[in-house]
């Protein structure tokens, strides 16, 4: 069948010009100019009145708990506010679903349970633990069931089944990687640095000695470990949620001497900084936690230099209750931001404020992903042949948050309340409308896609 999305101004690569998008099942077709006969024969997609045709956002870090902590957030309800936070795929984390999937009955597991769960497609990242980093078989089987990588963590991940990285198992699994060429991403923050500095079994419960107890100095050298190690075993490394300046720049120098490195920041880094966690509290506690204005400032000019690859949003949900509990003892609230649906939509509002254009900034939502991870490669860019994932962006439209918009599980954020520049109107995944800005999802069952199956 073919469609067309019309009125529209389409992404290129390089511009926006006036055009007519032809999709034909679940695949960009052709770009013509409206006038196309082609156009007349379609069936109408969307009609875009003069707002952006983009490529579908690429978010390559959630956790949307499913199996075992469906009532945190699960596939069914995440996908739906990835969705109309214009995200058309998502690469889910191995924790913290429940059992965590860093083994292959657990990874099986995950994917059966997800089937027919997802508004939009996705993607599964296997879990690297320190238990596993040496069971070279038991890797190579989560590798053929279908990941996009391993993930790990450097220090606790706070899940039991979880185990971190250390001295011992970290090169184990870096040797892996790097010879079966597959990507590692870590959570980079030392675990034995944050032991030296930790406060948690003092008197001090503030949100003051939450920031005080995961100093930059945690990551960086984490950073420079991991880095050692995939020059070593030429590892194919990505350091997710960079949180400051110089982690961003000593990653960026890295690869200009020939490590496969690549990185990622998230919308809270850039838009929150340690003053907003000082007064709202458990609400913005993450790990690494927030940074301050002179760090945020920096991440920013480190996009304006090229030297960060990619933002995701590292949603990280759950119940009101494991925040609220964190009112008076910080110690005490789950770490994590829920952010999927407003994220992306936010940075950009930011990045247009800074004076980045919109086809700055597309690539780091888009084809720096889809260029990185298997399974992705069909995405990312408006071209003949590549997957109809499609976001419909509209920058003039002024848009307050409110609770009342959320489609994730849980109604809090911490970007409800607060204003931004521009809106989603739709989003498109293989050929169909799932989103629409002024009706909420749109079809009546999920039918996204794991990609490794396809």
């Known amino acids: 069948m073919l469609q067309a999305i019309i009125n529209g101004r389409v992404f290129d690569g390089d511009d926006f010009t006036y055009k007519a998008l032809l999709v034909k099942n679940d695949t960009i077709h052709a770009i013509v100019t409206p006038d196309n006969p082609e156009v007349a024969e379609a069936a109408v997609l969307y009609d875009a009145k003069g707002a952006f045709v983009l490529p579908g956002f690429i978010d390559v870090h959630v956790h949307f708990n499913e199996p075992g902590r469906t009532t945190w957030e699960g596939f069914r309800t995440g996908s739906a506010g990835a969705a109309a936070g214009g995200i058309t795929t998502v690469c889910d984390m191995p924790l913290n679903s429940h059992p965590s999937a860093n083994n292959a009955g657990t990874l099986q597991l995950k994917e059966q349970s997800l089937q027919n769960q997802s508004f939009i497609d996705f993607a599964l990242w296997g879990g690297m633990t320190a238990d596993m980093s040496h069971n070279d078989k038991a890797l190579q089987a989560m590798q053929d069931i279908g990941i996009i990588g391993f993930k790990g963590f450097l220090s606790e991940s706070g899940i039991t089944d979880f185990k971190r990285l250390d001295h011992d198992s970290l090169p ?89 490195v690549s990185s990622e920041t998230c ?34 000019e480190k996009i304006h230099e090229g030297k960060i690859d990619i933002i995701s949003s590292d949603h990280s949900p759950c119940p009101p209750a494991m925040k609220q509990r964190g009112t008076n003892n910080i110690w005490q609230a789950w770490g994590g931001i829920q952010s999927i649906q407003f994220g992306i939509p936010a940075f950009i509002s930011h990045a247009l ?85 002024e009706e909420g999802i749109v079809v009546n069952q999920p039918f996204g896609q794991n990609l490794a199956t396809l």
């Open 267 to 300: 919308p809270h880094y850039l838009l929150f900084t340690d003053k907003d966690f000082l007064r709202e509290g458990p609400i913005l506690k993450c790990a690494p936690p927030l940074r301050d204005k002179e760090s945020v400032e920096g991440l920013w």
């Open 172 to 260: 184990k699994a870096m040797k892996f990687c790097g010879e079966t060429d597959t990507i590692l991403g870590l959570h980079a923050e030392w675990g034995d640095t944050l032991t030296y500095y930790g406060l948690k079994q003092t008197s001090q419960k503030d949100a003051a000695a939450f920031l005080e107890s995961r100093p930059v100095e945690a990551e960086l050298e984490a950073v420079d470990i991991a880095l050692d190690y995939a020059a070593k075993y030429n590892t194919p490394l990505h350091i997710v949620h960079v949180s400051h300046p110089e982690v961003a720049e000593r990653l960026y120098s890295a690869k200009n001497t020939g490590v496969n």
């Open 353 to 437: 404020t800074r004076g980045f254009s919109l086809a700055d900034i597309l690539p780091l939502l888009t084809h720096h992903a889809a260029d990185r991870f298997p399974y992705l490669h069909e995405q990312g860019r408006i071209q003949p042949g590549n997957k109809a994932n499609l976001t419909i962006y509209d920058p003039a439209v002024d848009t307050h948050i409110t609770a009342d918009d959320i489609l994730f599980r849980h109604k809090y954020s911490p970007y409800v309340g607060r204003d931004i520049k521009g809106a989603i109107k739709a989003t498109i995944v293989s050929g169909r409308c799932v989103y629409k800005a």
